[in-house]
């Protein structure tokens, strides 16, 4: 059965730190796709990556980057130099190949505190 | 804004009720997903459709329905509700019925059982 934690439930960070965000899955399936959504305070989900599990190179989009390695099943989410804007929990998920359809399975979130 | 719509926005209710959630989905997206966002259970699927056909189901409880018309637009009805059914319920909608699609999610329904 697929699975995703993210052991970290809440991060608090001064404005313009690093933060890293871990998660770590588990699945059967060889193929299968990872993703990372932003919920912030407002309650929308917003999707931010999606990720195959056939390409492992390192993705950076601004101040976002993630590390995804295989070998540790881990897809793991950075936020550099950090922002206020940036509040907000941050789920990342699982969709298997095998699986009928496009079920999407969330690991718990990460809260994530910007302070200024 | 995702272009996936969802009414209504707060739904407050009685204990034992019915209620139905709607959701348009993008223009031109095919598939369209419920999930649950709750404080015990955290996010979680309930159901995918297809151009109007089942494709997918989760852990969705008997008193929960849904389908999609023809129009592509989604109805999820929650019968004889109960307090433990309060949550956020998103909709969600992508082009296709694979994982190789993101699925794009709506502002969600605050639905309140009291």
């Known amino acids: 059965a697929q699975k995703v934690t993210q052991a970290q439930t809440e991060i608090s960070v001064v404005e313009k730190e690093d933060v890293t965000l871990d998660c770590v899955y588990e699945?059967?399936?060889?193929?299968?796709?990872l993703f990372w959504y932003k919920q912030p305070p407002s309650g929308e989900l917003v999707f931010l990556i999606r990720r195959n599990s056939f390409d492992e190179q390192n993705e950076i989009s601004g101040r976002y980057s993630w590390n995804f390695q295989k070998s540790t099943s881990s897809f793991n989410f950075t936020i550099t130099a950090s922002q206020v804007v940036d509040s907000a929990v941050y789920f990342c998920a699982l969709s298997e190949a095998k699986a009928a359809g496009n079920k999407l399975t969330f690991g718990g979130g990460t809260r994530v505190l910007v302070k200024p | 804004d995702s272009g996936v719509t969802q009414t209504p926005k707060h739904l407050i209710t009685a204990t034992g009720q019915r209620v139905t959630l709607r959701c348009s989905p993008r223009?031109?997206?095919?598939?369209v997903y419920w999930y649950q966002q709750s404080l015990d259970q955290g996010l979680q699927f309930l159901i995918q459709y297809y151009n109007g056909e089942e494709r997918a189901k989760g852990n969705i409880l008997e008193r929960f329905s849904a389908q999609q018309f023809p129009d592509l637009h989604s109805e999820l009805n929650l019968s004889s509700l109960e307090l433990g059914d309060s949550a956020l319920y998103f909709c969600a909608s992508s082009v296709g019925s694979e994982n190789t699609y993101e699925q794009y999610f709506g502002p969600g329904t605050r639905l309140t059982v009291t």
């Open positions: 699945t059967r399936d060889t193929t299968y796709y």
């Open positions: 223009s031109g997206d095919l598939s």
